[in-house]
Structure formats: structure tokens, C-alpha cells
């Protein structure tokens, strides 16, 4: 049955990933999760191989992927970490690689085209992209020779206004959309037509609102590093490291064609060619209390685990990840607001964690 409001969506979304010249095709499903499950379907892995700490629901999604990957079908696919596999050499037949560009929370950027030249040196090998931290008009993932599928959730910043669920796989070629569509029936991941229009209503924004969220995370990252290095002195000692591609991009990275290494800068000005970075970026502070505290503390914005809001969203990350990031890192998606109410704002909220810590690091003492 046709969906005039689905297809409309898809074109759209189609036409956004052809920002830069690359024929694209977008397939759209009811949630950011269900996308990359449809995507990992129908590549149909022997081997997900991914980064350690990506998303934890790669395991998940693992136990029910089966049939290609062991003597039986009760066989569940394996997870296997990055590092694991090119130590071991040639990728294997039916390799699927799953790579976060940015990442999550860390906002590195992989070596891509290192990365792609390694698994496809192998037949028969997938390699999927999740884009969600940065998406287009920002990030040309499919300038990169062979990669096969872009994800994204668009729950984030291509809803943009936290009111919708929804996931797209971007395809190269009509024909593989069409098989994504036609698997997406049965998998049961159709969207929703309310969903649908509102994804549709916010990619009529979206050319503004992630070029200029993007600006503001660079501008309040390039201030909050310089917190960090000792240059505003009533700050001192309340941000100790900034996680963002500005900050580790300020010098040149140089060539490399290791996938394990960050990308080079040659790479990055290839991936993302308006020089405009990803919205979200990561800060640690000077103590686990600091950094419990600060989303609350902050006027602009709200604590939350979600991100791409046109509201700057932060999160004290550890509490839900304590195994794959330091206690003292807090997450920001920057939204809409303008980046001097964003820095004096910061400023009061940063000084208050400050003080926040002190009385629970007295309170402990005089335990």
C-alpha cells in the first residue's frame, strides 16, 4: 500500500545525502535501532566487527542475527572488537564492520578510507557507517569508496526537535533500497505516519539548524579547552580535557594509512568539507561530583541521555556507561542557542560544580 507521506520523506532524505554529489537512496524505519537491526539483516554477518564501546546492543542484536555464522542456526553471529580483527589479519568472508564516525562520546573521527580498504579487500564483506553525530549537510560519508550503507538515528539531529522516533539506512543504489524496503515490511519496522510527517517537518530546517549547532559547539569547544589549559584563570582547574574533532584537529594530523589510526586531517577535510564539525562534543571535569552535577546546573539546556535537540541537552555520561568512559565526562549536543549566552551561562554553571564538589569532598572528609 502506498505511503505518499513515507515516500516524500525518503526523497528527502535521499536528496540530503546527495548534498555533495553521491547518488543516495534512503530507506526510513520507526526507530534509530530498528535501522541499523535492518541494516545488519541484510548484510547477514558471519562477524560484526566494531569498536569496543560502541553501541552495546551490537551484542544484542547478535544473538538474533543467525544462520551464516556457526554449523547450526542456533549459532548466534559473533561481536568482534576492531583491534581483534585487523591483528588477525584479512577480513573473512561475510565481515560485516560497523564504524561510528564521529564517535560516541569521544567525537574521534576514524581513518575511513584505511578502514574501507581493509575490509574490502575481502569479497563479500559490508561496511556500515552510523553518521548519527554529524549528519548532512555536515559529513560526506558516501565521497568514501566502499562503503556500503550510511545509518542514521533520526531520533537526533535530523529530527532535531526530541518529538519523534525514527532510523534511516542510506543505500547507494535504488535496487538495495528496494530490498531494504521490502525486508523492512516483514521485520515489522515501518514508521508511523504521525512520525513520518514530523521527520518530513523537520528536514525542512535542517540545513540551518545543524550547520549553526555545529558552529556553536566549535566556538563553546575552542573556549572550554582553553579553560581547560589554564587561559581563564577564575576557571582553573574546573575542565581538565575537551573531546571534539576542532580540538583535535587545531594541528595537523598527518597521513596514514593504518585503519586503526585517527583519521589524518586530509581525511577529515574530505569527510567533512564545509570544515563544519559535529554538534556534540564531551568535556571531563575536575571531579566525579562536578560532573554529576553540572546538567542540572546549567540554564541553557536540560539533562538528558538524548541529543539533537534544538535545546542543548547534557548528560553525565558514566551513569549510563560506567565501563566505557571516565566518571568525570559530561556529554553535550549543543542546540540553538547563541554561543555568548552559552559561555556565560557555563561559566556560572561550571563555578557552581565547582563549589558542589568541595562541600561533598568537605562532607566526605569529615566522615
Known sequence: ????TLDRVEAVLGALEQYFGE????VVYASGLAAIAAALHHAQPRRIIARLGYHGTLFGMAQVIRGRCGPDADTPCAVVPL??????????????LVVESPS???GGLPNLPALAAWIKQTEGTTLIVDATLAPPPLQNILGVDGVDLVVHSATKYLGGHSDLLGGTVVA?????????????????????????????RSLRTVHLRVPAQAKTATQLATWLQSV???AVPELEGTVTKVHHASVTYFDAVPDSDDPAAPA??????????????SPVLSVELGSKAAARALPHLVSYGRSATSLGG?????????????KGVPDTLVRVSVGLEDFEDLKEDWTRALLAAKDVAEAVAAETDAE
Not at 583491534?83 to 560485516?96: K, Y
Not at 534544538?310 to 560506567?322: I, M, T
Request: no cysteine; hydrophobic share 40%; charged share 20%.
Open 83 to 96: 583491534e581483534t580483527a585487523l591483528a588477525g589479519g584479512a577480513p573473512l568472508p561475510g565481515d560485516v
Open 264 to 277: 589524518p586531517s586530509s581525511v577529515t577535510r574530505a569527510l567533512f568539507p564545509t570544515e563544519q564539525w
Open 23 to 26: 547518488e543516495a537512496h534512503a
Open 172 to 200: 547507494r543504489s535504488r535496487t538495495v533500497a528496494e530490498t531494504l524496503r521490502r525486508e523492512r515490511t516483514f521485520l515489522g519496522a515501518v514508521p508511523g505516519n504521525l512520525e513520518a510527517w514530523l521527520l518530513l
Open 310 to 322: 534544538v535545546e542543548s541537552l547534557l548528560e553525565w555520561r558514566y551513569q549510563q556507561d560506567p
Open 228 to 230: 581547560a589549559t589554564g
Open 1 to 4: 500500500m502506498a505511503n505518499p
Open 104 to 106: 560516541n562520546p569521544w
